[in-house]
């Protein structure tokens, strides 16, 4: 009994979320004329993918291993299952039958549908698997899954990004091996910084210098700074130059609720 309400309950929360997942990833194509919904890495991957169905799916795939073990091990569905596996293997659906990606990525009313299919499949069969599973198991798929997952997103794909921006030629790749390089230095991971860095390069090869680039330009910095900023990056970047810190810096991350330690 718990089992099928585990199901039933599956079936309803994947189907809206892939609905929602897939519109929105599709309309990131169309910004700013619409509003998308999705991450940054959403939309790059999407893109790296460049419209073929195995690629897509393949992905996917490599996330869905990680989102499982989360599951099993956590009891807790991954942000890679929307924002990384639903939306891939959308596209793949699509694309294996139409190749065009104005009629199938691009398009908010055929990814709603194929997202909402693929998060139906997906959300049930992980949390299904996860409560048939034995406790015995279930350990040992935490503990042999999860790291394979984590060579996989650091430092697996960093590579293949950035691989990907330098092929895109010599701008781009200059921009998201910058970018990359602070990313993982902010973040601990270079992939939100390597799509940005194409985003840019791509961007700056296409237009130049203009209201566009400069405000993507802008935003970055921001999002560099704001990040930088509450995860404590500024203090560790002037304690491994072992400058003392200010005592106004140690007052103003305690404003945002921050503890420094000096």
Not at 61 to 66: E, K, R, S, T, V
Not at 150 to 166: E, K, S
Not at 187 to 202: D, E, F, S, T
Not at 231 to 240: E, H, I, N, P, T
Request: with cysteine.
């Amino acid at each position: 009994m718990v089992t099928l309400m585990i199901v039933l309950k599956s079936i309803v929360i994947g189907a809206l979320v892939g609905f929602g997942v897939g519109a929105g990833a599709a309309r990131m194509f169309h910004a700013p004329n619409v509003q998308g919904m999705g991450a940054f890495r959403t939309f790059g991957e999407l893109n790296a993918c460049a419209g073929d169905p195995i690629s897509h799916f393949s992905f996917g795939l490599g996330f869905l291993f990680n989102s499982w073990a989360s599951v099993v091990g956590a009891g807790a569905l991954t942000q890679d299952v929307d924002h990384r596996v639903i939306p891939n293997w959308a596209a793949a659906v699509l694309l294996w039958r139409n190749k065009n990606v104005a009629e199938t990525l691009h398009n908010p009313k055929q990814m709603a549908i194929a997202g909402a299919a693929v998060g139906v499949v997906v959300v049930t069969v992980l949390n299904s698997t996860a409560t048939a599973i034995p406790e015995s198991m279930q350990l040992v798929a935490t503990k042999v899954l999860v790291p394979a997952a984590n060579w996989l997103i650091n430092p697996i794909m960093p590579i293949v990004f950035w691989m990907a921006a330098m092929d895109a030629g010599k701008r781009t790749g200059i921009w998201g091996t910058v970018l990359g390089g602070l990313s993982h230095l902010v973040m601990g991971n270079a992939v939100p910084g390597i799509v940005l860095g194409i985003l840019i390069g791509k961007g700056l090869d296409d237009s130049g210098w203009n209201k566009i680039t400069k405000s993507m330009f802008i935003a970055v910095i921001l999002l560099f700074v704001f990040s930088g900023f509450f995860r404590g990056f500024d203090v560790a970047l002037l304690k491994s130059m072992y400058v003392e810190i200010p005592q106004w810096l140690i007052e103003i991350h305690e404003t945002f609720g921050s503890v420094v330690k000096k």
